[in-house]
């Protein structure tokens, strides 16, 4: 059996799993049925929309379904597919033993991160905060621990100083995309020669919320640098201004000797502010105001002159 052969059940939910349905399907795939989270509210309006996989699935034919639960009916579906492996890409939920047993070669996993390190919901963000020189993505033979399962094949790439969560994100598709049609394409022999992990170099990457993304001008700049990068576009690191939030979306350390208090405004140029921070300090080259597109800070600057102040704060509520 060759990989065009594989009858392949998919199992995701946002864009980055949509992104490996889509090369699935366009390397012609046999894909016989595509699982997603159920639709939900999102955006401003909170309008109910469809999650990115079964937008891809629907624009290519493809059976969805949306379970609230992989409960009995769920799972009766996944055996009505008689897939010989489920792919799973940042589906959301928790697959039991019992559904990993269903297909024939079991189920893989599509995981951003160089397992053990970063298991769990956010390991793209979390390798960013953490100022880990490189990322990458993991295949991995899916068991009932978290992210535990052997790896069968893994593709790096470096973190640059320039990096954020969209950025690398990015990268990580194309590896992930890369990466997926190879273990299909070898599957029986990849999980033969499978390697275990180690579970004591393990970390772990837990969901973070918005108020993560609370700038503290007390911490060091590089630490507010590392968060700047990590939260965009999802949720901008942000910090209180004039009584909303200003967010912040892109910004360098730079070194700093002075006594000014964190949060100041030490200085204004054309294209930059530079804020104190608890060590050093952060040069920020462009802002999000409240209700307004992001925008560099000489745009900003042009159309809001009086705005922002030397030896102001910017943590002025």
Known sequence: MTSSDLRIAFAGTPDFAAGHLEHLCRQEFNIVGVFSQPDRPSGRGKATRPTPVKTVAESHGLPVFQ?????????????????????????????SEEVLRIPRLGCINVHASLLPRWRGAAPIEHALLAGDAESGISIMQMEAGLDTGPVLLEKSTPITNDDNAESLTGRLLLLGCDGLVEALGQLPDLQE????????????????????????????????????????????????????????????????????????????????????????????????????KAASVADILNGHPGLFQQGSTLQES
């Open 193 to 292: 020669r499978s390697t275990a992990q180690d579970n004591s170099k393990a970390t772990y990457a837990s969901k973070l919320s918005k108020s993560d993304a609370l700038i503290n001008w007390s911490q060091p700049a590089l630490t507010i640098q590392r968060q700047v990068q990590a939260f965009y576009p999802r949720s901008p690191a942000w910090c209180p201004f004039q009584g909303d939030r200003l967010r912040i979306i892109r910004a360098q350390q730079v070194s700093h000797e002075g006594s000014h208090p964190p949060g100041t405004v030490m200085g204004i140029d054309k294209s930059a502010l530079r804020v104190a921070c608890g060590k050093d300090a952060l040069e920020v080259s462009m802002l999000q105001l409240p209700g307004k």
């Open 67 to 95: 379970p609230e639960s992989l409960d009995y009916a769920a799972k009766e579906s996944l055996i009505s597919l008689a897939p010989d492996v489920l792919v799973v890409v940042a589906f959301g939920m928790i697959l």
